[in-house]
């Protein structure tokens, strides 16, 4: 082995690949030095050797060495904390969404609170939504938005009497008019917020009464000129409206929601969304079947 292979050999292994080496030599050829370069030499003496330069030139590349290796250790102790302050903060993240939903289940659940019979409402229409999402192509991050932010569509509610809210019978038309203020109550309850969550649930609680013909409230918004998410929400609402109980009706089935439905399209609905609904109906009613209503009697054991 030669002095150009014992370097190459130094320098190809990960444990002392980083030992600077000084080639004692009697090479004088720029191309001899070059090859001894391209192996890896840091520096060259030529004999015969001069015992101050060698000194000097071996305490010069250890302090190069001290400083490389201090380098190296700073490097690998910054990335350990980078690394480390990551985790925590994807923790926190977590934390701090969890604490988000739960602050909107909870807000949502409030509006929902004056009617015990549609407890499960917002769950459902949630699911629902969400699924229409999916459907429809939406990438994750919206379809998860719109899970988390459309039981928030009807929380202006909490600004409606109870008189109106809970009427059992066709409200006049006074009475239709302060309900319909229920969706610029949500507006503005929510539009206060500016995380992504508030944003979604401000814009479904604006549009999911608006109708494709453009016959809606509270804007008269038609076509395309609602928003999607509202337009996805406004099926899921007007399927769990039709097929649970209310103050002012009983439950209708399923098939017989759906036909209501269909008697909509191109109305109040959009063609699109509509369609891709009735095409996952058994989905839809896997959703209503967890998410099913429980008597005043097994909340109360549930409690």
């Excluded at 939903?101 to 909870?106: G, K």
């Excluded at 699109?272 to 009613?285: G, Y």
Aim: net charge negative; hydrophobic share 35%; proline share 3%.
């Amino acid at each position: 082995m030669n002095g150009f292979d014992l370097v190459g050999k130094i320098k190809s292994d990960p444990a002392t690949r980083d030992i600077p080496i000084i080639m004692v030599t009697t090479l004088t050829e720029k191309a001899d030095r070059l090859r001894a370069v391209d192996a890896g030499a840091n520096d060259f003496i030529n004999k015969p050797v001069d015992a101050i330069e060698l000194r000097v030139r071996t305490n010069s590349m250890l302090r190069q060495k001290l400083q490389q290796d201090e380098l190296k250790l700073f490097t690998h102790n910054l990335e350990n904390l980078v690394d480390t302050r990551t985790v925590a903060l994807k923790q926190a993240l977590i934390d701090l969404d969890k604490s988000n939903r739960d602050a909107i289940h909870h807000l949502s659940a409030a509006a929902e609170f004056k009617d015990e019979d549609t407890s499960s409402h917002i769950q459902r229409m949630a699911h629902y939504s969400a699924l229409l999402a999916e459907k429809m192509g939406l990438g994750k991050v919206e379809v998860d938005l719109i899970l988390t932010s459309s039981p928030m569509h009807d929380v202006g509610k909490i600004g409606i009497p109870d008189s109106i809210l809970l009427k059992p019978g066709k409200l006049d038309s006074d009475e239709w008019k302060t309900m319909k203020e229920h969706t610029t109550y949500g507006g503005k309850i929510l539009g206060s917020g500016d995380s992504d969550y508030m944003r979604m649930g401000t814009l479904i609680a604006l549009s999911h009464h608006e109708k494709w013909d453009g016959t809606g409230y509270p804007s008269n918004l038609a076509g395309e000129d609602i928003p999607l998410e509202g337009r996805i929400c406004a099926v899921a609402d007007v399927f769990d409206a039709l097929t649970s109980k209310r103050p002012y009706k009983e439950a209708f089935s399923v098939d017989k929601s759906l036909k209501i439905m269909s008697e909509g399209r191109g109305f109040h609905f959009d063609p699109h969304v509509l369609d891709i609904f009735l095409r996952c109906t058994d989905e839809v009613v896997g959703i209503k079947d967890v998410y099913k209503e429980r008597s005043s009697v097994e909340r109360q054991d549930g409690a």
